[in-house]
């Protein structure tokens, strides 16, 4: 067996550190926390061909820890679709502890996006009086990589840590398959081919005739400019370009991103010049599938 389990995880807090030390596990509450040892970190999880989700057909990713430190992922991880931890209970043996006949300890799992902000989530529950593990869903957010680590800790102060060497479990995430193009006419039309979803893939095509004003030149060559805005739900406003200069002159050209996660996607569109001249076009809202 591979033990990995006693590293602190990326990040770690000074809270964490000093639960470490504390040897507040006496009868009745479990083990000591072990020293870390000397770190040896995995590649990033991939998928196993052929693996099955402990028997669950539904279609939801699993990502399996099993006691042996192994871990199996059934399918690839897609951003802006649920992923399904199971834990094996076993990986963190220490810091038990019962009171008046109820368990008195838990196991949390972290999950972090990037440099995104860490969630947590629970990979147990009480059965009676015995805590047993529960599978839990998690939502992926638009990202590079995931990454998961785990903890045990009991009501007296015992803390240990299941996160590979201090490593983490990493996993890589893939961006949602479905692309749409938005076509904005010179006409005031707006064309939508493909499924808009969050998470996936979008071209903006903007025609630069819907906006005829604000076309100063100096030199012979544009003093002006055009961007795209966006915002989903209430969110913050992002920017993109939507033409470029060749030859001497200003011409379109496409924006290409991906989907932020949101409900709606609002797209609006502006032109200003060097000496102050502004002209706007509200654009459209569009609601985003899943």
């Known amino acids: 067996m591979r033990t990995r389990r006693f590293a602190l995880p990326l990040p770690f807090t000074l809270t964490a550190t000093l639960a470490l030390l504390a040897a507040a596990c006496g009868s009745d509450t479990g083990t000591e926390t072990a020293t870390a040892p000397e770190a040896t970190p995995d590649a990033p999880i991939g998928v196993t061909p052929g693996a099955k989700a402990d028997g669950v057909d539904d279609g939801v990713t699993t990502l399996t820890f099993d006691a042996d430190f192994g871990e199996t992922l059934s399918a690839p991880v897609v951003a802006g679709q649920p992923l399904r931890v199971r834990y094996d209970l076993d990986r963190l043996p ?20 990037d440099d995104q902000r860490p969630q947590t989530f629970e990979v147990t529950t009480v059965d009676g009086a015995e805590r047993v593990a529960q599978a839990a869903l998690i939502d992926v957010p638009a990202g590079r990589e995931l990454s998961l680590w785990f903890s045990v800790n009991n009501r007296w102060g015992c803390v240990a840590w299941d996160s590979n060497y201090g490593e983490n479990y990493r996993v890589a995430i893939e961006s949602p398959s479905a692309e749409a193009v938005l076509t904005f006419g010179e006409d005031g039309s707006v064309e939508q081919t493909g ?27 544009p003093q002006w400019g055009a961007s795209g805005h966006l915002k989903v739900d209430d969110g913050p406003e992002q920017t993109f370009e939507i033409s470029e200069v060749a030859d001497g ?42």
């Open 195 to 221: 499924d808009l979803v969050a998470g996936g893939r979008l071209t903006v095509r903007y025609d630069l005739d819907r906006l005829p004003e604000c076309r100063a030149s100096q030199g012979g060559y």
């Open 94 to 113: 220490d810091c038990r502890g019962t009171q008046g006949g109820h368990p008195q300890w838990n196991i949390t799992g972290y999950a972090q996006v």
């Open 249 to 290: 002159e200003r011409i379109a050209r496409e924006a290409t991103m991906t989907v932020p996660f949101g409900e709606s996607l609002h797209l609006w569109f502006s032109v200003n010049d060097r000496y102050g001249c502004f002209q706007q076009d509200d654009g459209a809202v569009f609601d985003l599938g899943e």
